[in-house]
């Protein structure tokens, strides 16, 4: 037990006034005499034993009344257990109200935001209106970064809606820290309100500060269950006019409970191209493909919706894609055009061939092309190695043909340098292609599906080779075999280098070196390797994410500006943007408010088709029990920090006692009186 004002304690000296009343208040009693006294002897000690412990009595009685009243004008108390908490005149209290949108979901008291809202209300009623107040959410306001009246925190309060922001419980716990760092003379405490879900509670970067004492205020949805769309990606790496496009969405049931027959629709430019029914068990997903059909080239815009309550964000996924005219191919000849690549890219008209001779090269077009075919050039001068490097860094993909003379030293000096396979000799032995990757869109559709995968049949006719450059390659390189041969060696590769794509053959396209060009494989190997060519910007983007956004070569000139629109024109910004080479990358930050589809502008011309979502971090519901999250707590040794167990309670008198012990004043009166009660009861009923 421990007092508020400890000095109320020399009161206890007043314990020596009934005392001396006691010793000096002595009966003097006159005798009478008789002349039988014995009866009256006998009656006589009596009356006085009796006389004397009433006496004693009543002064037990004044002195425990008195000691009472002074206990209870020193406010005695029992601390609270595991309590760091310092006295002082004033407190500092920084409170997060989680406003993310997994508080929509429903309590027992209307939505968890409100819920959080209540609880917010009631720990600042645990309070003196002298002390101060921090409101924190998840929009991370810098007006929210300091401190406020009583009066003032309950009026921001009322502002606090559903946001799509969202922080894990490190950040929340050190802004709240670089606040209450500053009133280092005051009592200092921090709540966190929250459902505390395991996607953003359950690892911990921060360093504790013991000085602050930190309570994790959990509230429960009563339903933890949710349907959202989680991704979707095209089975095809580009989209044309007129030809039938796949798209693949992938959609979580977050739930205790099978889900059958769930519709999910697929709107283009806000018109429903598809529709497609879902089966997806309990906490399980379901993939689904949505093929769809656009006729018109250019930007396109997208969304994926399914239908759900009460967390409804994430029912919609946004996203945009171009539809290609045309891709632009440039030929860079050593020896004169080939006449299999004009013969081939002749018969498609999304396909634009470019042909120029490596002498007469013109080296600021090349961020004009999709993809760049290097054919037969007998070597890399250092300009063009130095261009071509600049190109596949920014994001270009090249295809190397090498030249039956080729110089060796100069090739493997420049794919030294975007980190590729090198070549070596020509080895005259006769071999033959007899391993493709299926899987790679190099090949898909090309072969008959059995039981879902391309299965190359056995009479197949595969490239013979006469002669050919060894390809070799260590582990470190990002190389990934798309042909190989029976002697173990590869046909064709592909390697990532930087933002690019470098892709190599052994062979030129001449018939002494193999039969692959006029082989059937031919064609859709060198069609597919101009479609994957084709730099695209991301599907979809997610808000908050500070990455930058890809959105070709085009730089806005003179005074003229990109600005980022709403399709309905409610919202415009002007995005940050940086030059890469030839790259041109656009910033948002944290400035898109909602999600949905936009395109990014240059005067009235459309640039770009650009998605938003929001993150779907917290569409798993899933939060942390009280005993999860105390384990989490003692799993790194946060002393500072507790969990609030209020059962029944309202949070302000749990707060009351954790701030000033359980108050014991009230009945050190109540006892005081008992025992004046008693003392009047003995004086009036104890005869002598």
């Not at 099978?258 to 018109?271: G, S, T, V």
């Not at 029914?277 to 919706?305: N, R």
């Not at 600005?563 to 910004?573: A, E, P, R, T, Y």
């Amino acid at each position: 037990m421990q007092f508020v004002n400890p000095l109320y304690l020399f009161g206890l000296l007043a314990i020596a006034i009934p005392v001396i009343i006691h010793l000096f208040n002595f009966r003097r009693f006159r005798r009478i005499y008789f002349t039988n006294v014995r009866l009256l002897q006998e009656l006589k000690q009596q009356t006085q034993k009796q006389s004397q412990l009433r006496h004693l009595l009543i002064l037990a009685m004044r002195i425990l009344a008195v000691a009472s009243l002074v206990i209870a004008f020193a406010q005695p108390y029992i601390p609270f257990s595991d309590s760091n908490l310092k006295m002082a005149s004033r407190n500092a209290v920084s409170i997060f109200v989680d406003n993310s949108f997994s508080m929509e979901a429903t309590g027992t008291n209307g939505t968890l935001l409100d819920e959080s809202k209540l609880k917010a209300r009631e720990i600042v009623s645990a309070y003196k209106s002298t002390d101060l107040f921090q409101l924190l959410t998840c929009d991370f306001e810098g007006r929210h970064q300091r401190l406020v009246t009583r009066d003032e925190f309950l009026t921001m309060l009322e502002e606090v809606k559903i946001s799509p922001s969202v922080h894990s419980f490190s950040e929340i716990v050190r802004r709240q820290y670089d606040l209450l760092k500053s009133e280092a003379s005051a009592r200092r405490n921090s709540y966190l309100i929250s459902d505390f879900q395991k996607s953003s509670y359950s690892n911990i970067d921060f360093l504790q500060d013991s000085s602050i004492n930190t309570y994790l205020v959990p509230l429960k949805s009563s339903v933890v269950a949710n349907l959202y769309i989680d991704t979707c990606w095209f089975n095809q790496p580009t989209q044309q006019p007129g030809k039938t496009s796949l798209l693949t969405a992938r959609v979580w049931n977050k739930s205790e409970n099978d889900l059958e027959k769930i519709p999910l629709k697929l709107l283009i430019n806000n018109q429903q191209k598809s529709v497609a029914s879902l089966d997806i068990k309990a906490g399980m997903s379901s993939t689904v493909e949505l093929p769809f059909t656009v006729h018109q080239a250019g930007p396109q815009h997208g969304m994926l919706q399914v239908t759900d309550y009460p967390v409804t964000y994430d029912d919609k996924f946004y996203f945009s894609f171009d539809v290609l005219s045309s891709i632009n191919v440039l030929a860079i000849n050593g020896d004169g055009e080939n006449r299999f690549l004009n013969s081939l890219y002749a018969q498609d008209s999304s396909v634009r061939l470019t042909n120029m001779g490596e002498k007469s090269l013109e080296y600021g077009r090349l961020s004009q092309f999709d993809l760049i075919i290097l054919n037969e050039i007998p070597g890399f001068s250092t300009g063009l190695a130095e261009e071509i490097k600049r190109y596949v860094t920014n994001g270009g993909t090249i295809l190397i043909l090498p030249a039956a003379n080729a110089d060796l030293v100069s090739y493997n000096s420049f794919l030294s340098s975007v980190n590729s396979p090198s070549y070596q000799r020509i080895d005259t032995t006769d071999t033959k292609v007899v391993r493709l990757s299926e899987e790679s869109y190099l090949f898909r559709d090309v072969f008959e599906r059995q039981q879902g995968k391309q299965v190359i049949a056995a009479n197949t006719e595969l490239p013979k080779v006469r002669k050919y450059y060894p390809i070799v390659f260590s582990s470190a390189m990002l190389t990934v075999p798309l042909m190989g041969m029976l002697n173990g060696r590869e046909f064709l590769t592909l390697t990532s280098s930087g933002m690019g794509q470098v892709m190599q053959f052994t062979v030129p396209l001449d018939p002494a070196f193999s039969n692959f060009p006029q082989q059937a494989l031919f064609v859709p190997v060198l069609y597919n390797i101009a479609l994957i060519s084709h730099p695209s910007h991301n599907l979809y983007n997610f808000i908050g994410d500070n990455k930058g956004i890809r959105i070709g070569t085009a730089f806005p000139s003179g005074d003229k500006i990109y600005k980022i629109k709403s399709l309905n024109g409610d919202f415009d910004m002007i995005p940050q943007i940086n030059n890469a080479g030839n790259m041109v990358n656009i910033f948002v930050g944290n400035q898109i408010p909602m999600a949905g589809s936009f395109e990014l502008v240059n005067d009235k011309n459309v640039i770009a088709s650009i998605a938003f979502n929001y993150n779907r971090g917290e569409s798993d519901l899933t939060c942390n029990s009280i005993s999860e999250l105390e384990s989490i707590l003692d799993k790194f040794h946060l002393d500072s920090f507790r969990v609030l167990k209020t059962g029944q309670k309202p949070l302000n008198e749990v707060i009351a006692q954790i701030n000033s012990g359980t108050q014991l004043w009230k009945y050190f009166i109540w006892l005081a009186l008992l025992l004046l009660l008693a003392e009047i009861l003995l004086i009036r009923f104890f005869k002598k």
